[in-house]
């Protein structure tokens, strides 16, 4: 089966400190893989995804085969950046988006 | 560009009555349409994918007799909940998928938030 991992549900740093929010997926392939994110009240939005190798508000996300993880990361994170954070993948051979079950990022000022 | 609307954005009903949720690409034609459904503190499961002028595929566990999904046209396509019960109530998310500029991207409504009582 296809699966997407983060394992942790909630995250809380302080305000500058480095965040890293896991994802990690069963391995099929070349997988396309996205990290979308969910502001309080507001739709769910691509954050940034693999093959384009973008870093979108201060945050980047590496994809690593040997270990099949796709970590979000950010050197210094902000009150905003304040959100749940969801790691999907496209289904293999498919147009179907695979989610993880999200990570809560809480930063204190 | 690339926005997504979804109507009502809350809804609340009688046991045993349908509702029906419209979701609409604004500004683009989007050939694929998907339906998610959100517990609370929950991720997005994927109830069905719906292509424009078929029938659409349904998640397997997903009732497609109770979970009604029409794709009319390019740029809407509805989900009823038929005979709805209590257990139904949760937060419907829909996602659009379009063609040319916008490549594979989904992009996705606000949400349509359901309580039957």
């Known amino acids: 089966a296809q699966r997407v991992t983060q394992p942790e549900k909630l995250l809380s740093v302080f305000k500058g400190a480095p965040v890293e929010l896991k994802c990690n997926y069963s391995?099929?392939?070349?997988?396309?893989l996205f990290w979308y994110v969910q502001y309080s009240r507001q739709r769910l939005q691509l954050l940034l995804r693999?093959?384009s190798r973008e870093s979108i508000k201060g945050f980047t996300a590496d994809l690593n085969k040997g270990e099949t993880s796709f970590h979000l990361k950010k050197p210094f994170a902000q009150e905003e950046d304040s959100a749940m954070y969801y790691c999907?993948?496209?289904?293999?051979?498919?147009?179907?988006?695979?989610f993880g079950t999200g990570t809560r990022l809480q930063v204190f000022p | 560009g690339a926005v997504v609307s979804q109507h009502p954005s809350w809804v609340i009903c009688k046991s045993g009555t349908s509702v029906k949720i419209e979701c609409r690409s604004l500004?683009?034609?989007?050939?694929?349409m998907f339906w998610y459904r959100q517990f609370p503190k929950q991720s997005l499961m994927l109830m069905a994918t719906?292509?424009?002028?078929?029938?659409?595929?349904?998640e397997q566990g997903v009732e497609k007799d109770k979970f009604l999904i029409n794709h009319a046209s390019l740029t809407l396509s509805t989900l009823t909940v038929t005979s709805a019960h209590p257990e139904d109530s949760s937060f419907y998310i829909c996602?659009?998928?379009?063609?040319?500029?916008?490549?594979?991207?989904?992009?996705f409504g606000p949400g349509t938030r359901l309580t039957v009582l």
């Open positions: 996602s659009a998928r379009g063609v040319g500029v916008f490549g594979n991207e989904q992009f």
């Open positions: 391995y099929s392939g070349s997988p396309e």
């Open positions: 693999h093959i």
């Open positions: 999907a993948r496209l289904s293999y051979n498919t147009d179907k988006l695979i």
């Open positions: 500004d683009f034609q989007a050939t694929t």
């Open positions: 719906s292509n424009e002028g078929s029938k659409a595929t349904y």
